[in-house]
């Protein structure tokens, strides 16, 4: 599959803060999505993105897909303990229904 | 309702051995997958079975086979097990990609 870039590749947080983590990729991308890995667990889906340009919240998170299909961002507002876990961005190619997967961003929250 | 199940959730095997991962969904989903995930290298697609009846390679093929038994289960065998296959086994499962995939919570197997 296509190479997506995600960074940081690991943050350590307050809690409270807000955070930022980003996907590139060299190729468009009809879809983007994230989710979220808890420890022990298989990732989840937190957002789906179809439209260039869209701004998409699921409660304290919001992503966007960059203008040029080629990127996306995920911030989360008000860390809190339960943000814990590892976020994957994924990418969904124009002529492929299968996806590819950024390497993930490994969060940890300090109380 | 369960979404994608996997068994076994843990798997210790000594170099050589064979074993099979079983996933099954029951969602009505037609796509099912299998990645393996690595330390700083997310997750690598094995196989991926588009529809039942079909299989596919992925990135990763080498040293694995699958069987899409029906279209709710989708199997990975190991025939004969390598340490450099130590790794977290994940099944999922879509309808379409739009839509996302459904991930079971994994296989944590380690060869020695």
């Known amino acids: 599959g296509q190479q997506l870039n995600q960074s940081p590749q690991s943050m350590f947080i307050q809690e409270g803060e807000d955070v930022s983590m980003n996907c590139t990729s060299s190729?468009?991308?009809?879809?983007w999505l994230w989710y979220k890995q808890d420890p022990g667990e298989g990732p989840v889906l937190l957002i789906a993105?179809?439209?260039?340009?869209e701004l998409t919240s699921n409660g304290r998170l919001t992503a966007q897909f960059g203008i040029t299909r080629k990127d996306s961002f995920l911030n989360i507002s008000a860390s809190i303990p339960s943000d814990v876990g590892i976020y994957f961005c994924?990418?969904?190619?124009?002529?492929?229904?299968?996806?590819?997967f950024g390497a993930g961003t490994t969060v940890t929250v300090r109380a | 309702n369960a979404g994608v199940t996997q068994t076994p959730k843990f798997q210790v095997l000594k170099t050589g051995q064979s074993m099979t991962l079983q996933c099954a969904q029951d969602?009505?989903?037609?796509?099912m997958y299998w990645y393996r995930q690595d330390p700083g290298m997310g997750l690598r697609l094995i196989y991926y079975?588009?529809?039942?009846?079909?299989?596919d390679k992925g990135e990763v093929p080498n040293g694995y086979n699958v069987s899409r038994l029906n279209k709710r289960e989708f199997s990975l065998r190991l025939e004969s097990a390598a340490p450099s296959q130590t790794s977290v086994y994940f099944c999922?499962?879509?309808?379409?990609?739009?839509?996302?995939?459904?991930f079971g919570s994994g296989t944590r197997l380690t060869v020695v």
């Open positions: 999922a499962s879509s309808q379409g990609a739009v839509s996302g995939y459904t």
């Open positions: 190729s468009i991308f009809n879809t």
């Open positions: 993105l179809y439209k260039a340009g």
């Open positions: 994924a990418g969904q190619p124009f002529n492929d229904y299968k996806l590819s």
């Open positions: 969602m009505n989903h037609n796509s």
């Open positions: 079975s588009a529809s039942e009846g079909t299989t």
